[in-house]
């Protein structure tokens, strides 16, 4: 007995210096928590342990792990409390996030001057994100922007005209039936229609589009449910990644899709023979973001501070937007020669939104550059709150409600058959035990 409390005493003791090992290798490890797919894993993410080493002097090891919903990821951190350094949420969790004091702040002031990249971050952003932050709040002190876009019709040139595409309306258009895919993200159909369904009140100054996409009310909601009930048998399927690939297939004419998706799509149905293109209607759209944050339960903030001021620099953000297809919030003038090309992009648009006057007449690609007077009429997406179940309920209405009279009156037919049959089979049952019985 007393050798066993001798060795039980030998591994209890092993454990705890196992243990504290781990835990002062913490101190030397960044654990960053990311969407799939999105960073330049060679050039980027596998760079920055020597980079942190060069200009620190101090190792660090890197636990890189990936989400896809973006609740799930909070529910962790929230509930969970998973140590997490650093997470790229979008726009309402970082709101959210924010609102609940589930941030630390970013501490700028380690990184020295001759390092700093974080004023490479468009103002645009900057604004955008101030949106999201609680009164006596500043943004940029919890949350760097890394990603942005907007979300408008992808679709098939060779059935589909711009001039179709001009506004929201489309989507109740019959020529289209049968033919739209529509995002499975109740958030981004919401924040759109709400400026469709309201168009005129915002033409006639009576309504501002930030106030509508901000407050969710039952009147909003009911309008918007309205024009997708309307849409229902335009609406050939409800998706959340499978839409984009089947538009470079050219199985589908219209996708309600965010602008990286489209512009993957564009670029790899133009390989196949497929052209697509990509447009926000007239009414407006949402524009929205993700960014770098720093959770509450953070154990190793020096080393995400370094990391997401990292992701800020000129040539990583370029690398970013090469591998994943999206575009950064990073304006600087290395971003801006990279992206301005005439021969691609004949069309002149007004980028200074974005890059300050020098962007003012350029040739970008306007799926990942809007025009300024398409930015004008798009407004943030912003957490829904405590009219989360009422958008979802609403969202789930639609979608179940999302069946024309002929595949209703198909289920019924099968209902009918399978119930008939079973009613058949019971008495063919029946009638066997019955025999059996009188055979007994």
């Known amino acids: 007995m007393q050798k066993n409390r001798f060795l039980l005493a030998i591994v209890a003791g092993m454990v705890m210096s196992i243990a504290s090992v781990f835990a002062a290798d913490r101190e030397h490890t960044l654990k ?55 997470v790229c949420p979008s726009e309402y969790i970082i709101e959210r996030m924010l609102k609940n004091n589930l941030l630390q702040k970013i501490q700028k002031d380690l990184i020295p001057d001759s390092l700093q990249y974080f004023d490479y971050v468009a103002p645009f952003a900057v604004e955008k994100f101030q949106q999201m932050a ?9 949350t760097v922007g890394y990603m942005w876009g907007t979300t408008g019709w992808l679709y098939n040139t060779a059935y589909v005209s711009p001039e179709e595409l001009k506004s929201w309306a489309a989507l109740t258009n019959p020529k289209f039936k049968g033919h739209i895919y529509v995002k499975d993200a109740f958030r981004d159909v919401y924040s759109v ?40 048998s335009n609406i050939a399927g409800w998706e959340v ?7 470079t297939k050219g199985k589908m004419w219209l996708n309600l899709s965010w602008s990286g998706d489209a512009a993957w799509a564009i670029d790899e149905a133009a390989e196949v023979g497929v052209e697509l293109d990509y447009i926000v209607p007239d009414e407006g759209s949402n524009v929205w973001f993700d960014g770098w944050v720093i959770p509450i339960y953070a154990k190793n903030p020096k080393a995400a501070t370094y990391f997401i001021n990292y992701m800020c620099m000129p040539q990583n953000a370029i690398y970013n937007m090469e591998e994943v297809g999206y575009v950064s919030v990073i304006a600087s ?15 002149v648009i007004d980028a200074s939104y974005f890059f300050g006057e020098e962007g003012k007449s350029v ?38 409600d999302n069946m024309s009279t002929g595949i209703v009156i198909f289920l019924v037919i099968v209902v009918v058959l399978a119930v008939g049959f079973g009613i058949y089979s019971l008495a063919k049952k029946n009638q066997k035990a019955n025999k059996k019985n009188r055979r007994r």
């Open 333 to 347: 003038p290395e971003i801006l020669e990279w992206a301005n090309d005439e021969e691609a992009y004949p069309e």
């Open 134 to 142: 609680q009164p006596g709040q500043l943004a940029s002190d919890y």
């Open 32 to 86: 960053v928590y990311n969407w799939a797919d999105y960073i330049d894993m060679e050039h980027v993410l596998n760079t920055f342990p020597d980079w942190y080493k060069a200009q620190t002097g101090e190792e660090v090891e890197i636990i890189y792990q990936t989400f896809d919903i973006n609740e799930s990821m909070l529910t962790e951190i929230e509930v969970g409390k998973e140590d997490y350094d650093v």
């Open 241 to 247: 990644d499978f839409g984009k690939e089947e538009m």
């Open 363 to 400: 040739h970008l690609n306007p799926v990942y550059y809007p025009d300024i007077n398409t930015i004008n009429h798009c407004a943030l997406m912003h957490d829904a709150a405590e009219q989360t179940e009422a958008l979802l309920a609403m969202w789930n209405r639609v979608k179940g």
């Open 193 to 232: 229609l709400v400026l469709y369904a309201y168009k005129d009140e915002i033409a006639a100054g009576k309504a501002d589009k930030d106030e509508l996409v901000r407050n969710i009310t039952p009147e909003r909601l009911e309008r918007v449910e309205a024009i997708l009930k309307e849409a229902k």
